[in-house]
């Protein structure tokens, strides 16, 4: 019989999911999924794992334990990737080229939305007029918006999303969060880490609490 999923599969979902680095366990194992229309908060203190999850997730490390399956059907980093919109604390920009010719670049590099063009993106998240700019000119929150149109342009319909309020201001938060809405309300879902301290956005929620090395927190 064909491994045909079931319709209602979530986004993604993991099974016994850990990390280890020189055999010293980071996280796991975990199991969580998300599902279209909702998003997970990834919430731990400083080293808990959070960004090595996400990274792990956007097959970014290697030496994942577990199973990832992506809509219900098992899949490994490669063949995850183009399911995944990735926005990390490195913007990975390229800092001589222009906004422009960095959306363009990367857009080439991980497919984008047909519905939707560059420059407009670029409105979207406030930097029309910053169009030619080096990225290396660019201010951090400038650049953290610049990573937001990109994610705005990607087709992915998972994203995660490493902080994305780090370095933004009050209306570059109020951007993340009706993006991460839109997206949400599109069909799409997200995982968000944060420590807490920031709030989350305004949108169906799950927790996952990650302990000190990854253990999970008493009382999860
Ligand atoms: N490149 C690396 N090489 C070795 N160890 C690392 C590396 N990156 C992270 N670690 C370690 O892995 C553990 C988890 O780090 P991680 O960055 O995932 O935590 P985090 O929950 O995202 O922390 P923070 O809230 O400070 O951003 C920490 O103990 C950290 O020291």
């Given at each position: 019989m064909?491994?045909?999923?079931?319709?209602?599969?979530?986004?993604?979902?993991?099974?016994g999911?850990?990390?280890?680095?020189n055999?010293v366990?980071?996280f796991?194992?975990l199991?969580?999924?998300?599902?279209?229309?909702?998003a997970?908060?990834?919430?731990?203190?400083?080293?808990?794992?959070?960004?090595?999850?996400?990274?792990?997730l956007?097959?970014l490390?290697?030496?994942?334990?577990?199973?990832?399956?992506?809509?219900?059907?098992?899949?490994?980093?490669a063949a995850?990737?183009?399911?995944?919109?990735?926005?990390?604390?490195?913007?990975?920009?390229?800092?001589?080229?222009?906004?422009?010719?960095n959306?363009?670049?990367?857009?080439?590099?991980?497919?984008r939305?047909?519905?939707?063009?560059i420059?407009?993106a670029?409105?979207?998240?406030?930097?029309?007029?910053?169009?030619?700019?080096?990225?290396?000119?660019?201010?951090?929150?400038?650049r953290?918006?610049?990573s937001?149109?990109?994610?705005?342009?990607s087709?992915?319909?998972?994203?995660?999303l490493?902080?994305?309020?780090?370095?933004?201001?009050?209306?570059?938060?109020?951007?993340?969060?009706?993006?991460?809405?839109?997206?949400?309300?599109?069909?799409?879902?997200?995982?968000v880490?944060?420590?807490?301290?920031y709030?989350?956005?305004?949108?169906r929620?799950?927790?996952?609490?990650?302990?000190?090395?990854?253990?999970?927190?008493?009382?999860?």
């Open positions: 064909p491994d045909t999923p079931p319709a209602t599969a979530p986004l993604i979902a993991v099974r999911l850990g990390f280890a680095r055999d366990p980071v796991g194992p199991d969580f999924s998300v599902e279209a229309g909702e997970l908060l990834v919430q731990g203190d400083n080293g808990a794992g959070k960004t090595t999850l996400l990274r792990v956007a097959g490390l290697d030496g994942e334990r577990g199973q990832v399956l992506v809509s219900g059907v098992a899949a490994g980093p995850r990737a183009g399911h995944i919109g990735y926005l990390g604390h490195l913007p990975g920009l390229k800092a001589d080229l222009s906004a422009i010719e959306l363009a670049w990367l857009c080439g590099l991980l497919g939305r047909a519905s939707i063009g420059e407009q670029l409105a979207i998240v406030g930097l029309a007029g910053f169009e030619d700019a080096p990225a290396r000119s660019l201010s951090a929150g400038q953290k918006r610049l937001l149109a990109r994610l705005w342009l087709p992915a319909p998972l994203w995660l490493d902080e994305p309020y780090a370095n933004l201001d009050l209306p570059g938060i109020e951007l993340v969060n009706r993006m991460v809405r839109a997206h949400l309300d599109d069909g799409g879902g997200a995982l880490t944060t420590h807490g301290a709030a989350a956005p305004p949108v929620t799950r927790l996952l609490r990650l302990g000190t090395a990854g253990a999970p927190a008493p009382g999860a």
